[in-house]
Structure formats: C-alpha cells, structure tokens
C-alpha cells in the first residue's frame, strides 16, 4: 500500500469531504418531503370532493398562536445550537427547554383541535374525504413533531445532567435541522390546510 | 468453435426463429370467428393504432440491426487472441464527436416517432362523435360485462352486439365505461385498444367496425378470482340483422304458461335478488339480465356455451365452471332444478 | 471468511465454535459481512420466487388447466412479483453496493455501520411478513392466504371490501418495514460516498459503481417514500375507515395508481442503475480499455435519474387519461429511452479497438448488452402511448419487464457475482460451469422470453390463470414453459458452482482479473479493516497507474 502513496506526486494538500451527519439528515429530509408531499397532494386533489359531511370552512379555526409557536422553536433551536458551538451551555440549555416548550404548545393546540372536531362535532377520519385526508396530514405532521420532542426532551435530560458540552455541538445542529424540516413541513401544511384548502 | 463464433450463430438463429414466429402468428387463425391480433384490425381505431405499430416496429427494427451488427462485430474483431497476451490495446477515453452523433440521432429519432405517435393518439382519442353514433354504456362486474343500450332500451350482458360501419354511411359505436366494483379493461384486439372500466371515473371510447363478424376479447385489467373468465363476444351485425336484434332485444321476456313452475321457482329464490326479468317481477341489478339469455351463445362470461347441461351445472354449483364467481349455489332440489332450466329455456 | 491475517508465534488461538460464528454473523456491522447477508438472502429469494414462476408456468402449459386453483394461481403472480422485486433485486443489489462502495472508494467502512445492520435486519423481516402471510393471514376460510391482489396492489380491489382477511395487509406491512429498510441503506450509501472518499478521489475519480449507486440511492429516496406514503393510506383506508381510494365515497382508484407507479417506474431504473454500475466496471476489464466516455457515463445517468421520475403514466395509457396527459407521457418515456441507449454505445465502444477475453463474466455482459438492446426497444413501443393502448396489459409488457429484469438485472447479477465472487470469497468459480450455466440460462432464456412477446401482439391478457383454446396461445404457451424449466436447471448448476467452488475453488489472490480499481489493491477476502493504510488516488484507475508507471492515467485526465 505504501508503494501506492510513494508513486503520487500530486497529494491533495487538504482533503475535506461534506459532514456524514449534516448529509445523512439531508438525505432523510428529502425522503421524508417525498412522502409529505404524497399527503399534501392527496389532501390537494380530494379539496371540495367529499360528497357528504361538513366541509373545511365549517369547521377549521385558523390556529395562528399555535403556529407562531411553532415557528418561533426554529429560532430558538437555531440559537440553542449556536450558543452551544461558543460553549455557552446555560444559554444552550435554556434555549432548548425553550423549544420543547413551544413545540409542546404547538402539539396542545392540535390535541385541543382535534378534541373538538371529534368531540363536538362528530368529525372523525372516516367522516369524509376531508376526514381522511385532513387527519392524516395534520397527523402525519403531528407524529413527527413528537418524535423531534422526543429526541429534544432526551438532549435535555442529558443537558440537564451536565453531560453536554461543546463537543457534541455538531450532533446538537444535525438535530436541529430535523427540528427546522418539522417546522418548514408545517408552513406548508398549513399553508394547505387553513389557507388553500378552505 | 470459437465461443464468440458459436455464440453469434446461436444468436442469428434465435432471431431468425422469432421473426418467423411473429410472421406465423399474424395469420388469423380462423376466419369466423375472428382472432385476436392486433394486427388484423378491423375498425378505424384499431387500424390507426396498427398503421402507427408498423411504423414503430420498422424504425426500432432498423436501430435494432444497425446496433446489433455492430455489436457482434466487435465481439467478434476485436477478441483476444493468445498472441497478445500481456499486451494492452490503445487506452481510448472516448470521442466527443462520437457521443454527439450518438446523441443527436436518437433524439432526432425520439422526436418522430412521438410525432407520429401523438397524431394517433390525437385521432384515437379526440374523435369527434357523430349524432347517429350507437351509445352504449358499458358496466364492469365482477366476473361479467354489463351492457345497455339507453336510447334503444335494451339491456344484455357479455355479448355485445354492434352495427358494422360502412364507410358510406359510417354508425360507429360510442361506449362509455363504468364499473360496479373493482377495475376492469375493455379489450377486444381486432376492434380497439384497449380502455379500463374504473370505478367512479368513467371513461369513453368508439369502434367503427369495417368487417360483419364475431370479434372475441376479454378483461384485461386484473379484477379478482375470475379475471380469466372475463371473456368478450362482440357481434359486428349487418344494419339489417342489427335491427333485427335490437327489436328482439327490446320485447319483454317470453311468456310461456308450461314453465310457470319454473317461473315461481325463480321468483321465490332469491334468483330475482340478483336478476332481472324484463316484464316479470325479477329486477335484480347484481347479476346479468336474463331477459334474452337465449339469445347468447355462452354463458357466465364466455366460460361455458349456452346448453341445457351448462345451464343446469351453472345453476347448481357455479363453482364446477368459475370457481370463485360470485353466484351463489343454490342448492335446489333436482326437481327445482329442471323447473327452473325449463323456464330460463324460454327466454329466448 | 478468514481475514489475511498471519499466525502470532507462541499463541493458543481457540477456534471458534459455530455459536460464535453464528453470534458474529447476526450482530455484525461490518458492509463486508452485512452485503453477503443481503446477497445470500436475496439468492434464497431468487430460489423462492423462481418456483412460483415455475408453478405458473405448468399451469399455463395447457389451455384449460387444474393443476392449480384460480386462488392459487393469483397469490402465485403476485408473490413472484413481490418478491423477485423487493426480497431479491432490492436485497441483491443493495448488498453488492455494501460491499463494493467503502472498497472501491477506499473507505474502512459504510458511514453508519449499525445503521447498515438496523436496515439489513428490517428489509429481512419485511420478507419474513409477507411469507408468514401463508400461515398467519386469515382468509374467508380460516386458513392462512398469501396476499393475491398483484404486485401493484390496485384500488379498489384491495379494500376490506374485495380483499377480506388480511392478506393484503401482510402484503402492505412487509413492504412498508422493509422499505424504511431501503431508505436507511439509501442514506448511508449517500452519506458514504460523499463524506468518506479516501484522499485524491474526487468526485470526478470515482469508479462509475460509486457514482450510480449514488444516483441509485437518491432515486431509492425519492421514489421509495411516495409507496410508503400510499401504503399507509391504505392501512388507514383499511383499518381506519379512511376513504383515500374508496370510490364509493368519491375517492379515486387513479390516485393509487399514480403514487404507485411514482414509485413502480424509478424503482425499475434503482433496480437496473446497479447493473449498470456492473456493465461499466466489467466490460472495460475484460475489454482491456477503460469505459469510454466516463463524463457522459456520470451525466447520462444523472439524467436518467431525473427523467425517470416523470414517466410514470406510461403505466397508465389504458386509464382513460386525456390525450395531452397520454401525449406527455409518451415524450418523456422515449426521453429517458436516449440516455439509456448512450450507455448501450458506450459500452460497445469500450470494447470496440479492445482484446476481449470471453471469462464468464463478460458473457454475461455481451449477453446483456443484446438483451437490453433489445428491451428498450420493445420499452420505446410501449411508450408510443397508442400503440402502448393494445400493448399494455397484456404478455407483451410480461416479455418486455422480464426482457429488462432477467435479460438485465438477473444477468447483470450474475457477472457481478462471477466477478466478485474471487474477491468476497477468496476464491475462483468454476469456469466450466459457469459456462454451462450460461448457455443454459440464455437458450432458456431466450426461448421463454423472446416467444413471451408473440401471445401478447395476439391479444393474450396478464394475470389469468388460464386462457382459451381458440386463440392461437397455446403452442407458444407451452414453449414458454419448457424454456423456463431450461433456466431453472441453469441456476441449479449455478448454486452447485457457488457451493462447491467456495470449498475446491482454485485461490483467487489479490487481482485474478488484472483489474483497476481499489478493491483489487487489498486480499481476497478482504481484512476486517479492508485496507492496511488508506490509500491515496490520483487517477480514475488506480491500479493501472500503479502496473503502468510509464502511462499511468493521471497523465490524461
């Protein structure tokens, strides 16, 4: 092997590849907007379809509050991330609670929706055209905000035991451009859902 | 031999055997009835499609030869001989001009042949429909056709019967397509491409046959168990026999007072459920209208003939002749049995 | 699999026992070991699925035959369909891109090694589901029932309504673990290749294997996603009272048709790109030249990747859909057609000027190259979307994809592994009957395949699991079914080579084929660490610069 690098004379000085953790997330947003976008394009298709049943404009409230929390995590994971890369890691930690609680709010505010429609209105998947795809969409969003909870509830729990330190900055960002996918899917959808779609 | 050699004659022999074949098969079989080659069309959609087949098949022939020939010669010119072992052939990396012409060609040749194609697909699909065009509204089940006819008010099932379409005075014959259940596909070679029955998506298309004659198909679209039992019977009728059938069609069903035990055996099983009789209390719409079920050749879907044996074992147990169909056995006595066969007898 | 390892004097070095090998073999992380896993469990699949087809074959032997039931004969087709694409050319090529991306890109391993296991082991048992559907799913009767909707699945025939039990449910779950399977094996592939190339290689060096595994993967991301999608609709249609395809509330059977074939058309360019990947690094070998025209190689497969994804509707021409949707689809599907036909002169200029040695392997890459030749020509009137309208549906397209899956992936498979095999094993295959095997497999081929086309062009159906005697099938029929019995005794010897010649086979050392890239710089089998020190490239062929000092490449690139 060392015959190999003796016959070379023109070694790259530096040789910097792209971050296998900054791709890897990459790799499995674009694969998670392709399924997102089936949903988006199934709920767009069946829009004044149903043939029974209470339509959008019947029964959705706009949920802007809600919303802006939402947003409003992907600021303050951005900062969280940051400040833990300058190893300030009280901000990063207060920061992080920060977004879990937003995000928490944010998925308060869908249980509180969607109690409604079930509860007071009879509105179900099985309801409708509207029924499926609106819940499956919302819910499919829903999911993966729980499962970005959970892995931002576990780094606090580690946080909050002081095992976190400026070395895993980078594990912290890949996580966070989940956090940042979740939101970006929930401009959409709501984009798809409250505004369009009524 | 040479396994370069040995291969290149294996090779040409293949190909000459599969072109033979292909010129074997394109004879219609037999006369009357009418195959089922794409390549014997008869009606104007058909033709259209077959005229743009051979004009495909002739270009992608020639890509075909031309490639082909290059490739065994190179297999062949530039084989290893023992005398150059140890030596390595010019280290070529490629040739822009090379891949520009090998680029440029067949987009070229993309370009026709989606010209062509569209101009078919154009004539095909966007026909315009003349006002004494024949409606028929075609309905896919699972495992037969449901045909009906809503200007002339007739109503059959699985064998269709068209006028022929003579260029003077052309009658083509407009089908809209609609399905009861699962999806299905209209073919009949000889007369159109092929269209699917599509539940809630309804679908049009026209044939205008050129030939009188019995034209066969079937369910293309896998549909369940009895997709193979799906079979097609079209009728291509002279202008006079076509009247002829349709004002059979249009009679109600056959009173004959010798079969009323059949009759009341029919209308107090649930055979009327499923069936209708026209005239009679029977309207069932799940199963076949047997108003003229004696006017047909076959039965259950071209999956037997239409004998009083058939009949018998098809009312019996429909499972001797389509297991899987939907038709329940009814499990009537033989006496009830007879009655009954007597009376669909009638029905002519 | 032992590593090149030398004996340490003076060591008691126990041997294993079969528990521990057996330990190693489940938990292990290593692409080496993992890629064997998914070949060995594809070629399982192969044998499976093969006798499905083998089954149908007698059935259609004769008009009118009871050797098996409707109901059998429909759960037949659609597990060969099932599994010869999910649980063999998935499982086959996403192994040979295990093993031979971190070698060929010097690399010590994939970039997320348990990843690469966690995705092994959920593709495994998605195979598992679908068969234990045999036993598991209960169907009207009480008994289990392999799913028998077709590989496709169509609305609505697999509503509670038509399809009872939960067969189509077996079907569904297995496909939807094993896909976020092939999702994880896409990443990592995608991460491994762009973040661990050792240093020199560029992207613009790297073995054409690596560049369109890479397109392979991303395509396995974009289009692997929509099926899961639909898939969960149809649970949620199934289980939730969901009415995605249920027509009788207004939903469309065409939706389902559209995200499946989203999925269905790029999954048949991820399943032939791999082979691709073969042809390209085969051929040049056993031509003595390298691959002519590399850029546009990279290029035109970018492109295919691209285009293939507006296809999909040519799936559909029977459909009903307008003349300007028919008319579209009928451009793009003789679009992606160019691309494709490039790489077919690219590799005749590869050998053309070269001195061809006729091993094993490069018979089946000549083999695929006149068969490829051949499908995509039968691919471009199945675009016309007109005469597609008589075409579609019927045993012409059944010729056509087997044309592509057996005449392409299956013989593109079986050169890799010719190739290859020195390399994992450490030792040759047999070259006696290896051609055995091939002339078998091509006259078998050919035979079954080659008539395929006649009964369709005659208006013979798919999917019926019997046909008429009037309609001129039936010689044809039984011919088809004789060539396949000549292939299955062809893959018989087959299995026989690969056992035997991993215990008699001659030693393959290092570089059997006198080859040019990475992998052949390192033993055969590799070590556990594929190489002593990460190499350091300056040319597409490392190896030729290295055994040609005075020519190397890095002079001309």
């Known amino acids: 092997m060392s015959a190999m690098a003796n016959s070379f004379p023109q070694a790259p000085a530096t040789w910097r590849l792209p971050d296998r953790g900054k791709v890897a997330m990459a790799s499995l947003i674009i694969a998670e907007s392709a399924i997102f976008t089936i949903f988006v394009v199934a709920y767009l298709f069946y829009v004044g379809k149903s043939l029974t049943g209470p339509t959008p404009r019947e029964l959705l409230e706009t949920p802007i509050f809600y919303t802006i929390c939402l947003l409003s995590s992907s600021l303050t994971i951005h900062f969280a991330a940051k400040s833990l890369t300058r190893d300030r890691v009280g901000a990063f930690l207060g920061l992080w609670v920060l977004t879990i609680v937003l995000g928490a709010t944010f998925m308060y505010g869908t249980a509180q929706e969607w109690h409604r429609l079930i509860y007071e209105h009879g509105f179900t998947i099985s309801t409708n055209l509207f029924g499926t795809t609106y819940y499956s969409l919302v819910g499919l969003h829903a999911f993966h905000v729980t499962a970005g909870l959970l892995m931002l509830l576990i780094v606090a729990i580690f946080g909050l035991l002081g095992r976190v330190g400026v070395q895993h900055s980078h594990r912290v960002e890949v996580l966070s451009m989940y956090w940042h996918f979740v939101d970006a899917v929930w401009v959409i959808v709501f984009t798809v859902v409250y505004v369009l779609g009524r | 031999m040479k396994s370069s050699t040995l291969r290149f004659v294996a090779q040409t022999m293949l190909l000459l055997l599969w072109f033979a074949m292909a010129v074997w098969a394109s004879e219609p079989i037999d006369p009357s009835p009418h195959g089922t080659n794409i390549f014997a069309p008869a009606s104007t959609p058909a033709k259209s499609i077959s005229d743009l087949s051979v004009f495909v098949l002739v270009i992608t022939g020639i890509i075909f030869v031309v490639v082909f020939t290059l490739l065994v010669y190179s297999v062949i010119k530039f084989r290893g001989r023992a005398v150059d072992a140890g030596r390595e052939p010019a280290q070529v990396y490629g040739s822009t001009q090379i891949e520009l012409a090998w680029t440029i060609i067949p987009i070229l040749i993309v370009i026709v042949l989606f010209l062509a194609t569209a101009r078919s697909i154009h004539a095909v699909q966007d026909a315009p429909e003349p006002a004494g065009a024949i409606q028929v509204t075609a309905i896919g089940h699972q495992y037969w056709w449901e045909f009906r006819y809503p200007k002339l008010g007739v109503v059959t099932a699985n064998e269709l019967h068209i006028p022929v379409s003579e260029s003077a005075n052309p009658v083509p014959t407009f089908l809209t397509l609609l399905s009861a259940d699962t999806d299905h596909s209209f073919w009949i070679p000889e007369l159109a491409g092929k269209t699917d029955l599509i539940p809630n998506h309804p679908n049009r298309m026209w044939i205008d046959p050129l030939r009188t004659g019995i034209f066969l198909g079937q369910c293309a679209q896998y549909c369940g168990v009895q997709h193979a039992k799906m079979l097609l019977r079209v009728s291509v009728d002279s202008p006079a026999d076509f009247a002829a059938w349709v004002r059979g069609q249009q009679q109600p069903a056959v009173q004959d007072a010798s079969v009323a035990t059949g009759r009341h055996v029919f209308e107090s099983n649930a055979c009327m459920n499923c069936h209708a009789v026209a005239g009679t209390n029977a309207n069932g719409r799940f199963g076949p209208d047997l108003t003229h079920l004696m006017s047909r050749v076959t039965i259950a879907s071209g999956a037997a003939t239409n004998t009083p044996e058939n009949l018998r074992l098809w009312i019996q147990d429909p499972n001797a002749i389509k297991p899987g169909s939907l038709m329940p056995a009814m499990k009537l006595s033989d006496s009830d049995l007879e009655a009954v066969v007597s009376y669909m007898e009638t029905l002519r | ?557």
């Not at chain 3, 498979?413 to 006696?432: D, S």
């Not at chain 3, 095997?437 to 208006?459: A, E, N, R, S, V």
Request: net charge neutral; proline share 6%; charged share 10%.
């Open chain 3, 1 to 557: 699999m032992s590593s090149n390892a030398f004996t340490i004097p003076g060591v008691q070095i126990d041997e294993k026992s079969w528990v521990d090998t057996l330990h190693e073999w489940v938990t292990t992380v290593d692409h080496k070991r993992l890629g064997v896993l998914y070949i060995l469990y594809a070629l399982l699949f192969l044998v499976v699925a093969g006798v499905e087809a083998l089954i149908i074959r007698i059935q259609l032997m004769f008009p009118h035959s009871h050797f098996v039931s409707p109901q059998v004969f429909n759960r037949l087709f659609t597990m060969h369909g099932t599994t010869m694409v999910f649980f063999m050319g998935m499982p086959i090529l996403f192994g040979f891109a295990n093993y031979l991306v971190p070698l060929m890109i010097g690399a010590r391993d994939m970039a997320f090694p348990r990843l690469n296991a966690f995705s092994f082991w959920l593709s495994a048992l998605g195979g598992f589901l679908l068969y234990f559907s045999l036993v598991g799913a209960n169907g009207l009767y009480g008994a289990g029932n392999a799913p028998d909707v077709g590989w496709w699945a169509y609305a609505p025939l697999t509503a509670r309504a038509f399809s009872p039990g939960h067969s189509t449910d077996y079907w569904t779950l297995a496909l939807l673990v094993s896909g976020f399977g092939s999702i994880g094996t896409a990443i990592n592939i995608i991460a491994t290749i762009l973040c661990m190339r050792c240093p020199g290689m560029k992207l613009s060096r790297m073995p054409l294997l690596a560049w369109l595994n890479l397109v392979m993967a991303g395509m396995v991301l974009l289009a692997v996603s929509p099926l899961t999608a639909a898939q969960m609709m149809l649970l949620i249609d199934r289980y939730l009272g969901g009415h995605f395809f249920d027509t009788q509330a207004g939903g469309s059977a065409m939706l389902w048709m559209h995200f499946f074939w989203i999925f269905g058309h790029p999954e048949v360019y991820v399943l032939i790109i791999p082979c691709f990947a073969f042809m390209s690094e085969i051929i040049p070998v056993f031509s003595r030249k390298p691959i002519f025209g590399y850029p546009v190689m990279v290029a035109a497969t970018v492109c295919i990747g691209f285009v293939s994804m507006s296809v999909w509707a040519h799936h559909m021409f029977s459909v009903g859909m307008n003349s300007y949707a028919n008319s579209f689809f009928t451009i793009t599907t003789m679009a992606v057609g160019v691309p494709t036909g490039i790489k077919i002169f690219n590799w005749l200029g590869t050998m053309w000027g070269g001195r061809i040695q006729f091993k094993v392997p490069m018979l089946f890459c000549i083999a695929f190259l006149f068969q490829f030749l051949i499908a995509g020509l039968t691919g471009v009137m199945l675009g016309s979307a007109a005469f597609a309208s008589q075409l579609t549906l019927s045993y012409f397209v059944v010729a056509h994809f087997h044309y592509t899956l057996v005449g392409g992936v299956v013989f593109g498979v079986f050169a890799a592994i010719y190739y290859w095999y020195p390399k994992i094993t450490g030792r040759m295959l047999n070259e006696t009957l290896g051609k055995v095997h091939f002339w078998l497999f091509l006259i078998g081929f050919h035979l079954t395949f080659d008539l395929m086309h006649i009964p369709g062009l005659l208006g013979m159906p798919r999917r019926i699991y019997t046909y008429e005697p009037d309609r001129g099938w039936d010689i044809l029929n039984l011919l088809i079914s004789v060539g396949g019995f000549i292939q299955a005794i062809a893959v018989v010897i087959f299995v026989a080579n690969l056992i035997v010649s991993y215990f008699k086979g001659k030693k393959a050392g290092n570089d059997p084929w006198d080859a040019w890239t990475l992998e052949w710089a390192t033993s055969s089998p590799p070590p556990a660490y594929n190489f002593a020190s990460i190499p350091l490239v300056a040319s597409r062929r490392p190896l030729w610069d290295l055994k040609h000092p005075e020519d190397p490449d890095s002079r001309y690139e």
